[in-house]
């Protein structure tokens, strides 16, 4: 069982920057790769970025590359998503998810890929 628990969101103007943070509990943080995901009102949840579980690998959705840039710290069960050049049309609840993996360092953009989900932290981008 592994809970994950976001900070960091917040009100920012469009052009600026915000860091978002993951904690999971645990002690087998590097058994699973995490994900980052979004939710806009009246929108389905949808990918955003993702980090192998040594933090090797990571895969990034088209509307983020060259502007977000995932990371993760093992040592402190900890993956950041650095967000910036941030556009009105990022705002949403941000979720991070773990996606237990043994063997193997896959990436993976679907969310059905993931077991355990944060309960997200708003990120409101003004125009």
């Known amino acids: 069982q592994v809970q994950l628990v976001e900070s960091g969101g917040g009100l920012v103007q469009a052009g600026g920057s915000l860091r978002l943070s993951c904690a999971a509990s645990?002690?087998?943080?590097?058994?699973?790769?995490m994900g980052w995901f979004r939710q806009a009102p009246g929108k389905e949840r949808e990918f955003v970025a993702a980090i192998s579980r040594s933090g090797g690998n990571t895969y990034y959705a088209d509307s983020v590359k060259g502007r977000f840039t995932i990371s993760r710290d093992n040592a402190k069960n900890t993956v950041y998503l650095q967000m910036n050049s941030l556009k009105p049309e990022d705002t949403a609840v941000y979720y991070c998810?773990?996606?237990?993996?043994?063997?193997?360092?896959?990436?993976?953009?679907?969310?059905?890929?993931?077991?355990?989900w944060g309960q997200g932290t708003q990120v409101t981008v003004s125009s």
């Open positions: 645990g002690r087998t943080f590097s058994s699973y790769a």
């Open positions: 998810a773990a996606d237990h993996q043994r063997f193997v360092e896959l990436v993976r953009r679907s969310l059905y890929e993931y077991d355990y």
